[in-house]
């Protein structure tokens, strides 16, 4: 699937589906989890306001390299 459909649907790297079958073809059905909160703080040690995401993964340079190879 190439990378505009994937941004149309909004499907992101990991995602998992559902799959069944319907009549003579299969159904791939993401599984959309809810979004985690998020809220803009202050950070104190800096004093620059942030997003604050709680569960958030780690920003990683490889996270960064993965999302920017599919960027048009």
Same mark, same amino acid.
């Given at each position: 699937?190439?990378?505009?459909?994937?941004?149309? %649907? $909004?499907?992101?790297?990991?995602?998992?589906? @559902?799959?069944? $079958?319907?009549?003579?073809?299969?159904?791939? /059905?993401?599984?959309?989890?809810?979004?985690? @909160?998020?809220?803009?703080?202050? /950070?104190? *040690?800096? $004093?620059?306001?942030? %997003?604050?995401? /709680?569960?958030?993964?780690?920003?990683? *340079? /490889?996270?960064?390299?993965?999302?920017?190879?599919?960027?048009?």
């Amino acid at each position: 699937m190439n990378a505009r459909l994937r941004r149309v %649907l $909004g499907l992101t790297p990991g995602m998992k589906f @559902e799959v069944r $079958g319907e009549s003579d073809r299969i159904v791939l /059905e993401p599984i959309r989890l809810p979004r985690p @909160e998020a809220r803009i703080i202050n /950070e104190t *040690s800096s $004093g620059y306001s942030v %997003l604050d995401v /709680e569960d958030a993964p780690t920003l990683t *340079s /490889e996270r960064v390299a993965v999302a920017l190879a599919d960027f048009p």
